[in-house]
């Protein structure tokens, strides 16, 4: 046991601490591919160490370990093996071996096997949850409070599992094995239990290597989307995962968002108003309302009250009555992001105005060119003021959504506005007027181009076209020289 400690170059001590740092400290001058004599040793070194920490007993010696017994030297040497401390076989092989011994002997047992397992610096959770429900291991009957509630923090810990499956890291060295699994560990306890500070454990800490295991790849989408970082890799993570479970909400989630958060814009847009249309959720309308003030904020307030409309879907939600609408409207108004027409459209409704003053207002007297968001304007204008519009604006937005040409921010738009106007016969009649007068334009102007003579390319000037520019020139100057000349003479 001595041997160990001139290895660590530290003295006998039972500060876990200390003999960690000492072993960390050593590590480089014992690369295992270099030196994998003397990192073998120093490894061998260090579990001992632990192992004379984990059963301490005033004055014992090295020859007493041989009076431990069997079980308990089993564990250890479980617990210290490379290949298979992992191993959930090998330890149901150990439990099979602990059901040999009399239940005098397994209830004399199992707080020891306990405190060995709490004193373990890296062990698999999962596997000694195996031996913590075999062993029927309960807070209640620690001696008192202060090993009670260490007691119940440990077996927590146990219930939740390891943060991935550890046997990826199988094939790697044992210290990228231990530091891997710390880190990750760590970070799991962070996000638990001091979310506040999750944000400094990702900045500081970091991973040597990131394992092949869908749960910790899916936890990390959950972490680093909370915390409103995006990564490239995550992406394709999330891409993989939507492939392979196409109906799965959080799958498109993540992707949308982690595209989002790297920055992604136009090309994002049809696959999050999908995402938004086919999973009605508080998540799918912040990320369709941050997508749209980031790219497109002359919508926004127009998918504020989509959002808001299919949210207050039970009750009786007035457009642009709730507080949420008029915040997020207050909000881009004042970001200075919206161009002049949407400014017109949130300051008339902002301000208190009676209904059918939309005649009035200053999106129907600025001669705006006629398009599609001034028609979505003006229809969500008169929507607002219960004007209940039966107009060319709105009937184009129909035409649209009907012949499948709106955009994919202009589709749920103007649902919501059909879902606000009753639609009566007589507009259905007015309606297809329109139709066959916006058909007819178009076969006229069709027609027109097509009869129209192809405009030759003028040929160029000749030198004699240039010779009557310069006459020209000429005989101006001629008549400012004679009109100075009698100014001067009158003078």
């Excluded at 890291?169 to 962070?190: C, G, I, M, S």
């Excluded at 295991?213 to 909370?226: C, I, Q, T, Y």
């Excluded at 916006?438 to 040929?459: C, I, M, N, R």
């Amino acid at each position: 046991m001595n041997i160990c400690w001139e290895i660590l170059g530290i003295e006998p001590t039972t500060d876990l601490e200390r003999i960690r740092q000492s072993y960390l400290a050593l590590l480089p001058s014992f690369h295992p591919e270099s030196d994998p004599q003397g990192f073998k040793q120093l490894r061998q070194a260090y579990e001992e160490a632990q192992q004379w920490v984990a059963s301490p007993a005033e004055d014992v010696k090295a020859d007493e370990v041989s009076d431990e017994h069997e079980i308990l030297v089993a564990f250890r040497e479980l617990l210290a093996s490379d290949s298979d401390r992992f191993q959930p076989s090998a330890w149901q092989k150990f439990i099979q071996q602990l059901n040999q011994c009399s239940m005098d002997e397994v209830d004399k047992l199992r707080w020891s096997l306990c405190d060995i397992a709490m004193k373990t610096e890296t062990l698999s959770l999962s596997c000694l949850a195996l031996l913590a429900q075999r062993l029927n291991w309960q807070p209640q009957e620690a001696e008192d409070d202060a090993e009670g509630e260490e007691l119940e923090a440990f077996l927590e810990t146990v219930k939740r599992g390891d943060a991935f499956d550890l046997l990826s890291l199988a094939k790697l060295p044992l210290v990228v094995q231990d530091q891997t699994n710390a880190y990750f560990f760590e970070l799991e306890h962070v996000w638990r239990f001091y979310p506040e500070h999750f944000a400094d454990a990702l900045q500081i800490h970091g991973a040597l290597v990131i394992p092949e295991d869908k749960r910790l790849h899916r936890k990390l989408l959950h972490w680093f989307s909370a915390q409103q970082w995006g990564i490239t890799e995550l992406v394709d993570i999330a891409r993989h995962w939507q492939a392979a479970e196409p109906d799965n909400e959080d799958a498109h989630y993540y992707l949308c968002r982690q595209r989002w958060l790297c920055g992604e814009g136009e090309s994002l847009l049809a696959d999050l108003c999908d995402f938004w249309q086919r999973y009605p959720s508080t998540q799918a309308d912040d990320l369709l309302l941050n997508w749209c003030r980031q790219h497109q904020p002359d919508y926004f307030p127009l998918v504020v009250m989509a959002v808001e409309a299919r949210c207050m879907a039970d009750a009786e939600y007035v457009p642009g009555k709730s507080a949420r609408t008029r915040l997020l409207w207050a909000d881009i108004l004042h970001s200075g992001t919206l161009s002049p027409l949407g400014r017109s459209f949130v300051e008339s409704l902002l301000y208190k105005r009676k209904a059918m003053a939309w005649a009035d207002s200053r999106l129907s007297t600025k001669g705006e060119p006629e398009t599609t968001l001034l028609d979505l304007y003006r229809t969500a204008e008169q929507v607002v003021l219960e004007a209940f519009p039966k107009e060319k604006p709105f009937f184009r937005l129909l035409i649209r959504l009907e012949e499948g040409q709106s955009g994919p921010l202009e589709t749920p738009i103007t649902q919501m506005l059909l879902s606000r106007i009753d639609m009566k016969p007589g507009d259905v009649r007015d309606k297809k007027e329109l139709v066959e007068e916006l058909k007819q334009a178009a076969d006229k102007e069709a027609k027109k181009l097509s009869s129209e003579p192809k405009v030759e390319t003028p040929p160029r000037q000749t030198a004699s076209g240039g010779a009557m520019k310069i006459i020209k020139i000429v005989g101006l100057i001629a008549l400012i020289v004679c009109a100075l000349n009698r100014f001067f003479h009158f003078f």
